[in-house]
T-cell receptor
Framework: DAKTTQPNSMESNEEEPVHLPCNHS???????IHWYRQLPSQGPEYVIH???SNVNNRMASLAIAEDRKSSTLILHRATLRDAAVYYC???????????FGKGTSLLVTP | ETGVTQTPRHLVMGMTNKKSLKCEQH?????MYWYKQSAKKPLELMFV???????ENNSVPSRFSPECPNSSHLFLHLHTLQPEDSALYLC?????????????FGSGTRLTVV
């Protein structure tokens, strides 16, 4: 399975941008890069995904390196409600499902 | 409410009990998944179904038995579980198995085996 590597934790001040990095050096050329987040006592929530180009939606932006070996999830203005575990997710070997790593626990302070 | 509903939210069962977890989605999705999330561990994929057919069993012990009667419903039947099976069991669905579709997760069932 393609592996992803993320920092265990990060901290941000409220209303400041947050850049969450992910390394996925073994990802295949056709695997999408997905990001999910999980708030306490909830299931993971889809954030964004992309293949090669940078992607934007109402929640976040995704910057994908040209060689696709890494990506960065960008929260433009962190709020207290953004405190969660953020997962950078790759495809399973079969390609039928997503494999989750340990994720980055984001702490947002006022 | 995410569109994927899991019941019950909490379940305590003895090691000799038989119980079932239910997952329901009315998003029109064709693929459904079971994941297990143990404390301090990443989500582990258990089973994958597409159009009611099982496409992946990730070496899950036979004491976990999935059932998918239609594309909207997914069950996980449990019997003779062990305390180490205590975890959050998450159901998810997606439009298709294709990798470019996002998943919608339910809130999970918190299972405690005593």
């Amino acid at each position: 399975d393609a592996k992803t590597t993320q920092p265990n934790s990060m901290e941000s001040n409220e209303e400041e941008p947050v850049h969450l990095p992910c390394n996925h050096s073994t990802i295949s050329g056709t695997d999408y890069i997905h990001w999910y987040r999980q708030l306490p006592s909830q299931g993971p929530e889809y954030v964004i995904h992309g293949l090669t180009s940078n992607v934007n939606n109402r929640m976040a932006s995704l910057a994908i390196a040209e060689d696709r070996k890494s990506s960065t999830l960008i929260l433009h203005r962190a709020t207290l409600r953004d405190a969660a575990v953020y997962y950078c997710v790759s495809n399973s070997n079969s390609g039928y499902a997503l494999n989750f790593g340990k994720g980055t626990s984001l702490l947002v302070t006022p | 409410e995410t569109g994927v509903t899991q019941t019950p939210r909490h379940l305590v069962m003895g090691m000799t009990n038989k119980k079932s977890l239910k997952c329901e989605q009315h998003l029109g999705h064709n693929a459904m998944y079971w994941y297990k999330q143990s404390a301090k561990k990443p989500l582990e994929l258990m089973f994958v179904y597409n159009f009611k057919e099982q496409t992946e069993n990730n070496s899950v012990p036979s004491r976990f038995s999935p059932e998918c009667p239609n594309s909207s419903h997914l069950f996980l039947h449990l019997h003779t579980l062990q305390p180490e099976d205590s975890a959050l069991y998450l159901c998810a669905s997606s439009q298709d198995l294709a990798a470019n579709y996002g998943y919608t997760f339910g809130s999970g069932t918190r299972l405690t085996v005593v």
